[in-house]
């Protein structure tokens, strides 16, 4: 019986705003004063006339007409067959004005974030919450401590103005970083990898040195990123906190708990009966090469590019693929699915956020467009094409359903960033010092195109560059880019100064996976003074010289990241080819680096050059072309200064070789030292004269061991090289001790 009543009570419940009803044949509304009733109607989707309405249907207007934002308070009733709606309008925003903020751009963007809007519904409620919002953006940009008072001034009864006074205060900077827990890596190295910067005094203009939720969100994924590529698959960064110190510094502290470091154990693929499993048997080769070694996602993802590649060789579509990745001890499996997707179209690209950057610039790096068949891998390598142009702060797609089932709509969300970028450096060292400027635009015009303009000044030199990147050019669908260059040398110890200037234009493109081509054309003007202190030959070789070359090369880059590579190699070949010139020459390098990490304790890499100039027909090179190796490729050896010489003077060679071996110990200091170390062996030569076979041209190799510092002082990064030559010519200047001081801030 108990149970009985139960159930009658709860049916009576649920029923009852349907029990009570009354006929409604009038309308009546009260209390508006800026909505007209025919809106307030159809905003609270009001039934016909002469109609039952209940209790219902009335919960269902006022709810209507709160989600509106239109009205502070809704009282309806029912009174002889007329519905009476009594309203208090909320009063209108007439202007939102900022306080305190110069940057336009700042502006727009605190009325953008925030939920109050002019000419909108004045919600009182909705002030702390967009005050928030404000204090969260800047601090996003530095500003921790930042202050927003609000004030608002009434107008009249319906109409307000609001003005946020902000106090930015002082730009909150990074005063230490610091790592804690199972690092496993080198605070050094770890301080590499993420963008935030300790603050110091010759970084005054980075921004990076700001403390920014953003910006070490981005931090802790960078760090997460690096320990995986080396095999720490189940890094956890678990935080990344600030403590206050004042009001304008912080220090900044990560934890990590790098885990167990995997290798790759057993790799299969498992194809769709759809397709002929032979066409993937090659992938077998490529699991080969990578079983054994430490877990990387860029080796896993260079086993997806292979798979790309087998699809479009075969012209495969509505294909799908994934990976599935099994843990087993401290090893892991891979399994690589190869299944047929979905038959579907794309209906529709929408690209949204774009306020700057032009349309058609997006468009053309997608893969997909509107008729092609959708499939996730092209809008991924779409999505990952628009990343890195280095032009957008953000990227995100979301794919929803078209008119047909068959057809889908794309939305790809544009987040611009700043583009613009300038810095200078200064070096000092015991071959002298240099001063460098750059001012560099990444999207000129809102069309993707770069403008760049770069100044050097060191004691023998000027030089000045300009350039401009088109990376879409219509004609090639590739980049092309122009430069103008200037450079003035000023030897008075060689007997001699010259002043160049150079126009060109190149293109480049990847021609195969990992095979990148350039193509280019050059013209320049070369002014060759000498004086009385010159020698003999090189007075014969003054004058003015105009020169019209074609150059190409190809690259083959198969490292593991391109930013401290512990694996891979890179190979490069460019040749410079005579159309016209008054002096005609042919002008061929050779490069080659190679990564490899033996341990944690142990990175090793081996980089050779080899490089040749020679004249046609016969043509002498004069001085301003000649070969000469930096200090970088031939340690413990001034710059320059070996090879031929000419009444003392090292004139350069028509040949340049080097190679470079290198180990560098991340941990064989301990890491209070903000040190790393390096031992090094160099092998190198310069040799070859053609203008005068009198002179003395040694071709002895010369070579050379030591030990390499890299230190981040007080007073800036300095590195120090000492090294000890084994073997040399008698004409060499030797440098047994060599250190340079610099930052680009």
């Given at each position: 019986m108990l149970?009985?009543?139960?159930?009658?009570?709860?049916?009576?419940?649920?029923?009852?705003?349907?029990?009570?009803?009354?006929?409604?044949?009038?309308?009546?509304?009260?209390?508006?004063?800026?909505?007209?009733?025919?809106?307030?109607?159809?905003?609270?989707?009001?039934?016909?006339?002469?109609?039952?309405?209940?209790?219902?249907?009335?919960?269902?207007?006022?709810t209507n007409l709160y989600e509106t934002n239109f009205f502070k308070d809704i009282s309806i009733e029912i009174k002889d067959n007329t519905l009476i709606i009594t309203l208090v309008e909320y009063p209108l925003i007439n202007q939102i004005i900022i306080i305190g903020e110069a940057n336009s751009g700042i502006k727009k963007q605190i009325k953008d974030t925030i939920s109050l809007k002019e000419k909108s519904s004045f919600i009182r409620n909705n002030l702390n919450n967009d005050i928030n919002l404000i204090k969260k953006l800047y601090s996003s940009i530095g500003y921790k401590f930042a202050k927003i008072e609000s004030k608002i001034?009434?107008?009249?009864?319906?109409?307000?103005?609001?003005?946020?006074?902000?106090?930015?205060?002082?730009?909150?900077?990074?005063?230490?970083?610091f790592f804690i827990g199972?690092?496993?890596?080198?605070?050094?190295?770890l301080r590499d990898v993420i963008v935030s910067e300790e603050s110091k005094f010759w970084k005054i203009i980075s921004k990076n040195t700001r403390f920014s939720e953003n910006q070490i969100s981005f931090d802790k994924r960078l760090l997460k990123?690096?320990?995986?590529?080396?095999?720490?698959?189940?890094?956890?960064?678990?935080?990344?906190?600030?403590?206050?110190?004042?009001?304008?510094?912080?220090?900044?502290?990560?934890?990590?708990?790098?885990?167990?470091?995997?290798?790759?154990?057993?790799?299969?693929?498992?194809?769709?009966?759809?397709?002929?499993?032979?066409?993937?048997?090659?992938?077998?080769?490529?699991?080969?090469?990578?079983?054994?070694?430490?877990?990387?996602?860029?080796?896993?993802?260079?086993?997806?590019?292979?798979?790309?590649?087998?699809?479009?060789?075969?012209?495969?579509?509505?294909?799908?693929?994934?990976?599935?990745?099994?843990?087993?001890?401290?090893?892991?499996?891979?399994?690589?699915?190869?299944?047929?997707?979905?038959?579907?179209?794309?209906?529709?690209?929408n690209i949204k956020g774009n306020n700057v950057t032009n349309e058609s610039v997006i468009r053309s790096e997608l893969l997909l467009d509107e008729g092609d068949p959708f499939t996730n891998l092209n809008l991924d390598k779409s999505i990952s094409k628009l990343k890195s142009r280095d032009i957008f702060k953000s990227v995100k797609r979301e794919v929803i359903q078209g008119s047909k089932n068959d057809l889908k709509i794309i939305d790809i969300?544009?987040?611009?960033?700043?583009?613009?970028?300038?810095?200078?450096?200064?070096?000092?060292?015991?071959?002298?010092?240099?001063?460098?400027?750059?001012i560099r635009e990444n999207n000129w015009l809102g069309e993707g195109k770069r403008v760049g303009i770069d100044f050097e000044l060191s004691e023998e030199s000027l030089k000045g560059q300009l350039t401009y990147t088109n990376p879409n050019y219509d004609l090639l669908g590739n980049s092309i880019s122009y430069n103008l260059k200037n450079t003035s040398n000023d030897k008075p110890d060689q007997g001699y100064k010259n002043s160049i200037i150079a126009i060109g234009a190149a293109t480049g493109f990847e021609q195969y996976e990992n095979i990148f081509a350039n193509l280019g054309v050059n013209l320049s003007y070369d002014d060759l003074e000498t004086t009385s202190n010159a020698s003999s030959s090189l007075q014969k070789q003054s004058g003015q010289f105009a020169e019209l070359s074609g150059t190409y090369g190809f690259k083959y880059d198969q490292r593991d990241r391109s930013f401290m590579p512990t694996s891979g190699s890179i190979l490069s070949f460019n040749q410079s080819l005579p159309i016209y010139a008054d002096k005609p020459f042919i002008d061929n390098s050779v490069m080659a680096s190679f990564y490899n990490s033996f341990s944690e304790n142990y990175i090793g890499s081996s980089k050779f050059l080899l490089s040749a100039i020679n004249g046609v027909n016969n043509e002498n090179v004069r001085i301003s072309k000649r070969k000469s190796l930096s200090s970088r490729r031939l340690r413990g050896f001034e710059r320059g200064k070996i090879g031929p010489v000419d009444s003392n003077d090292h004139i350069g060679g028509n040949y340049a070789a080097s190679a470079n071996f290198d180990l560098s110990?991340?941990?064989?200091?301990?890491?209070?030292?903000?040190?790393?170390?390096?031992?090094?062996?160099?092998?190198?030569?310069?040799?070859?004269?053609?203008?005068?076979?009198?002179?003395?041209?040694?071709?002895?190799?010369?070579?050379?061991?030591?030990?390499?510092?890299?230190?981040?002082?007080?007073?800036?990064?300095?590195?120090?090289?000492?090294?000890?030559?084994?073997?040399?010519?008698?004409?060499?200047?030797?440098?047994?001790?060599?250190?340079?001081?610099?930052?680009?801030?």
């Open positions: 149970r009985l009543k139960f159930i009658f009570v709860t049916v009576f419940l649920l029923f009852s705003n349907n029990l009570f009803a009354e006929i409604v044949n009038k309308i009546e509304i009260n209390g508006n004063k800026r909505i007209s009733p025919e809106t307030i109607k159809v905003y609270g989707q009001i039934k016909s006339l002469n109609s039952n309405f209940t209790d219902g249907d009335i919960n269902n207007i006022l001034r009434k107008i009249d009864q319906n109409n307000f103005d609001i003005a946020l006074e902000i106090s930015k205060g002082e730009l909150t900077k990074i005063k230490k970083i199972d690092k496993k890596i080198k605070e050094r190295r990123n690096y320990y995986k590529s080396l095999g720490y698959y189940d890094v956890d960064i678990s935080s990344a906190q600030a403590e206050v110190l004042n009001t304008s510094d912080v220090n900044l502290t990560f934890s990590i708990n790098a885990g167990k470091r995997f290798t790759f154990n057993k790799i299969e693929t498992v194809v769709d009966s759809t397709f002929d499993k032979s066409i993937f048997y090659p992938l077998e080769k490529s699991y080969k090469k990578i079983i054994g070694d430490y877990y990387s996602p860029s080796k896993v993802t260079n086993v997806l590019k292979e798979i790309d590649e087998i699809i479009t060789k075969n012209n495969l579509q509505f294909v799908e693929h994934e990976v599935d990745e099994t843990i087993i001890n401290d090893e892991i499996n891979l399994k690589f699915n190869i299944r047929e997707g979905a038959k579907i179209l794309v209906e529709r690209i969300y544009i987040e611009e960033k700043p583009t613009g970028e300038i810095s200078a450096g200064a070096g000092v060292g015991t071959n002298g010092g240099t001063l460098a400027f750059n110990l991340p941990n064989f200091l301990p890491e209070s030292t903000n040190t790393d170390v390096s031992l090094f062996l160099d092998f190198g030569s310069v040799w070859g004269v053609d203008y005068d076979h009198t002179i003395d041209d040694s071709r002895k190799l010369r070579s050379s061991t030591g030990l390499s510092a890299s230190w981040i002082s007080p007073i800036g990064p300095m590195t120090f090289t000492f090294a000890q030559d084994l073997s040399k010519a008698e004409t060499d200047v030797t440098e047994s001790f060599n250190f340079n001081l610099g930052t680009t801030f």
